[in-house]
């Protein structure tokens, strides 16, 4: 075999430490500076000549720069002779944006996968897209993972007495039904009526949650509004608990003063965004996770077996 190697940008260090830890190789070299004016500058530091490799990078905040700098690191490993570029994005930033929800208005996550793809990126590997149809924008091969796959033992480990799916908005049934079905249990719907981007108006639940431990289900957790409302929705309608396990944790806004909230017992979420430590929220990590997909994707190995 020709042997691989794993990169990582700015925004991902750790973590891709801790992939190559669970995969027991050494993480490769590159150097990113900046010139005096913010442009980025990037050198390999090792030869890639004839290998296979993986650039591990989320691309949130500052989501332009995480962005740029993986095109950047993708473009000095192509004229550097790599074999092959497999870019690892934990968090795929701007997948929020993946229609024409209204006049004259962009679809950012099809402009960026066509950046990515332009740069000589042969694979995307990430967890929980905003929208799986996201995958279809691309002409390259993309492995969306499934962030339940590390919520499914915590949860279970917690011995709820009477625990309940429920899916945060009418969008996410299609996850929420998933989850609910690894686990065995039955799902609620919380049915809101969003008026701007990052607000949102709690309408009904579809279901009964009266004396539920209730498990709320979502990709991504932001400014946290909207947890906190279905939260307070939950507990009025008789929920004796309210948790939610979200992968991307972004909490971005006002996000940590509204999870301050009695209403949300807990948050959990991945390690695929650095975050801020408050003893409300628990993190797990995909890291393994990662690791694991990264060594089949090398070898040729089934991916959708993990899952099964």
Partial sequence: MRGYKIFAGSS???FAKEVC???DIPLSKAEVKRFSDGEISIQISESVRGRDVFIIQSTGSPSNDNLMELLIMTDALRRSSANSITAVIPYFGYARQDRKAAPRVPIT???VADLIEKSGIDRVVTIDLHAGQIQGFFDIPVDNLYGSIIFQEYIESKNLKNPI????DIGGVARARYFAEKLGLEMVIIDKRREKANESEVMNIIGDVKGKDVIMIDDMVDTAGTMVKGARALKANGATSVMACATHGVLSG???ENLKDDA???LCISNTLLTKPMDKIKVLTVAPLFGEVIRRVYHNESVN???A
Avoid: Q
């Fill in 165 to 168: 799916i429920a899916s945060p």
């Fill in 12 to 14: 991902s260090v750790e």
């Fill in 264 to 266: 949300l017992d807990e």
């Fill in 21 to 23: 830890s669970s995969l």
């Fill in 109 to 111: 996550a099809r402009l």
């Fill in 305 to 307: 077996s993990l899952f």
């Fill in 254 to 256: 006002k996000a940590y």
